[in-house]
């Protein structure tokens, strides 16, 4: 069974930074694109970032490209989202999922709050 455990969010002031953590299990990491998605309140989900299995090769939404990182620690099986210059229109629920065109799999999510 595919689990994927989001931590790392919170209330960060507009500018402030924060990382998001993605601990994967039930599959082996590495071998799936792994996205991240954001829904605001009020909102549909919003595809963020995602990078694919070999993660060489990264992809960003125009919204936060420049200021979110993501990356993965296959040593750990984890998925991060680096996340920086944080704007009050960040504030979301994050999840992380696999895949990158259709997302199969989704965590639980984590808040994250940015005030101005």
């Known amino acids: 069974e595919v689990q994927l455990v989001e931590s790392g969010g919170g209330l960060v002031h507009a500018g402030g930074s924060l990382r998001l953590s993605c601990a994967a299990s039930?599959?082996?990491?590495?071998?799936?694109?792994l996205s991240w998605v954001r829904q605001a309140p009020g909102k549909g989900p919003e595809w963020v970032s995602a990078?694919?299995?070999?993660?060489?090769?990264?992809y960003y939404a125009d919204s936060v490209k420049g200021r979110f990182t993501i990356s993965t620690d296959n040593a750990k099986n984890t998925l991060h989202l680096q996340m920086n210059s944080l704007k009050p229109e960040d504030t979301a629920v994050y999840y992380c999922?696999?895949?990158?065109?259709?997302?199969?799999?989704w965590g639980q999510g984590t808040q994250v709050t940015v005030s101005s």
């Open positions: 039930g599959f082996t990491f590495g071998s799936d694109d």
């Open positions: 999922a696999t895949g990158r065109l259709i997302l199969i799999d």
């Open positions: 990078i694919n299995s070999g993660g060489g090769t990264t």
